[in-house]
């Protein structure tokens, strides 16, 4: 396996581990009822049973970054190339460039699966702390850390995306 693709790959392995872990470890001190829904002042609008909420989060966790994988990175190498969309796809898909570029999407994919897991896991974080076993649940300022950390990582991923496929020297 070439050694672009291992990184990202473990490393998007290992963070859907971790967040798999993060629902069976702490998933037992959930409250029964839980805030999963917070309105601008951080008071719950919105609640979820706490076997539901580790149901779907932990299946979000495994299928929302496999999802980013698979579009991105597997499915140009079924399609046909005329469904291929990049910037510049002439040059970036002609025949001698083609498997460098199908490569370098699936590695582009495994960072973006990456983020997506990330930003998950700081969102299930930030509802976990938002929810003690004792007392009310209140959403702390730190989601916005979470939710502006995704956004500013999301723009630098798209510039730089868009910086790799530009227009060939």
Same mark, same amino acid.
């Given at each position: ?7 990202? !790959?473990?490393? @998007? ?5 971790? $967040? #798999? ?7 037992? =001190?959930?409250? %029964? ?38 579009? !991105?990175?597997? @499915? ?5 190339? $005329? #469904? ?7 040059? =970036?898909?002609? %025949? ?74």
């Amino acid at each position: 396996m070439n050694a672009r693709i291992s990184l990202p !790959l473990a490393l @998007l392995l290992l963070m859907i581990a971790g $967040s #798999l872990a993060f629902f069976v470890y702490d998933g037992q =001190w959930f409250p %029964p009822t839980m805030a999963v829904h917070f309105n601008g002042a951080g008071d719950p609008d919105g609640w979820m049973d706490r076997v539901k909420f580790i149901i779907i989060g932990s299946s979000l966790s495994f299928m929302a970054p496999t999802f980013a994988v698979a579009c !991105l990175g597997v @499915l140009p190498r079924v399609l046909p190339i $005329s #469904l291929v969309s990049v910037p510049n796809r002439a040059y =970036w898909l002609a %025949p001698e460039r083609r498997e460098g570029t199908l490569r370098h999407l699936l590695c582009v994919a495994l960072w973006l699966g990456c983020l997506v897991e990330a930003f998950l896991l700081g969102v299930w974080v930030m509802i976990a702390r938002a929810n003690p076993p004792a007392g009310t649940p209140h959403l702390s300022a730190d989601h916005a850390w979470v939710v502006g950390g995704f956004f500013v990582a999301t723009l630098a991923f798209v510039m730089w995306s868009w910086r790799t496929f530009g227009r060939p020297r």
